[in-house]
């Protein structure tokens, strides 16, 4: 039985969206071929993952190597949330204004915070925010919220 909370752990080599099937019997396995895949798909639990890269580039900026601006976090996380979720550039449009006032950021480091992750109003509601991009957005929103402070 699979319930909240429960963990599935399995090694994923490669970033992108892939999919698994979970079979009761060895008989239920896919031999590959095109006619027997609408018998498999229908007679095995599929999970469909995506899995984000590790953005090592990041490094230099989450360490404070590298001065965090606007411009990085535009071009690592909120470019593509431009282009998967226009809403939230509808509703608050990504402008460097916008995303450096103190209130949005507030409200931003809640919905992005790990604890909040079961919660439907995590940010984005579809999960795709890696390690690096979260550690990226609250580092900007803690340099801009409390500026004398070394974050």
Not at 9 to 16: L, M, P, R
Not at 50 to 56: I, K, Q, V
């Amino acid at each position: 039985m699979i319930y909240d909370s429960f963990a599935m752990n399995f090694d994923v080599d490669t970033d992108g969206c892939m999919t698994y099937g979970f079979i009761d019997k060895p008989s239920q396995i896919w031999d590959g071929t095109l006619p027997k895949l609408f018998q498999y798909a229908m007679n095995t639990s599929l999970i469909v993952v995506r899995t984000l890269e590790a953005n090592l580039h990041l490094e230099e900026y989450l360490s404070g190597q590298l001065p965090l601006t606007w411009d990085v976090v535009f071009k690592n996380v909120f470019s593509l949330f431009k282009v998967l979720y226009p809403v939230m550039d509808a509703v608050i449009p990504f402008t460097e204004a916008n995303w450096s006032n103190p209130f949005i950021l507030n409200k931003m480091l809640v919905l992005i915070d790990v604890s909040n992750w079961n919660q439907p109003l995590y940010m984005p509601v579809t999960r795709d925010l890696s390690v690096q991009q979260q550690q990226l957005l609250q580092r900007w929103a803690n340099q801009i919220l409390h500026p004398t402070q070394n974050v």
